[in-house]
């Protein structure tokens, strides 16, 4: 089971730190990532870590944001700095399984409860 955290109200150029905790202890063996969804909108890629550390980033956050993975902890963590009112949504965290793309929401098997971040203006 995935448990997100870290989520919450910041103003815009502000920074938080997303967690996603692996109660199944599963994830040291596969890929993880963090899509986002605001409202009416679709899953969106936002970044993705591989089991060996290779590391994946949507255009809309490369260079803000950071994904990283503490296997010891079965956490991955999302660091998002220079936070911008269009990253507002649902940060989901999710486990790689497939053997597809690591941007396609299709190639995950296993999804987090979501976490709201809320950027104002």
């Known amino acids: 089971q995935l448990q997100a955290s870290g989520g919450g109200l910041v103003q815009a150029g502000g920074s938080l730190r997303l967690s996603c905790v692996d109660s199944g202890r599963i994830i040291n063996n596969y890929g993880m990532g963090w899509f986002r969804q605001a409202p009416g909108k679709e899953h969106e890629f936002v970044a993705a870590i591989s089991f060996s550390g290779d590391t994946y980033y949507a255009d809309s956050v490369n260079g803000r944001f950071a994904i990283s993975r503490d296997n010891a902890k079965y956490t991955v963590y999302l660091q998002m700095n220079s936070l911008k009112p269009e990253d507002t949504a649902v940060y989901y965290c999710?486990?790689?399984?497939?053997?597809?793309?690591?941007?396609?929401?299709?190639?995950?098997?296993?999804w987090g409860q979501g976490t709201l971040v809320t950027v104002s203006s």
């Open positions: 999710a486990v790689r399984t497939y053997d597809g793309s690591y941007l396609s929401p299709n190639s995950y098997r296993y």
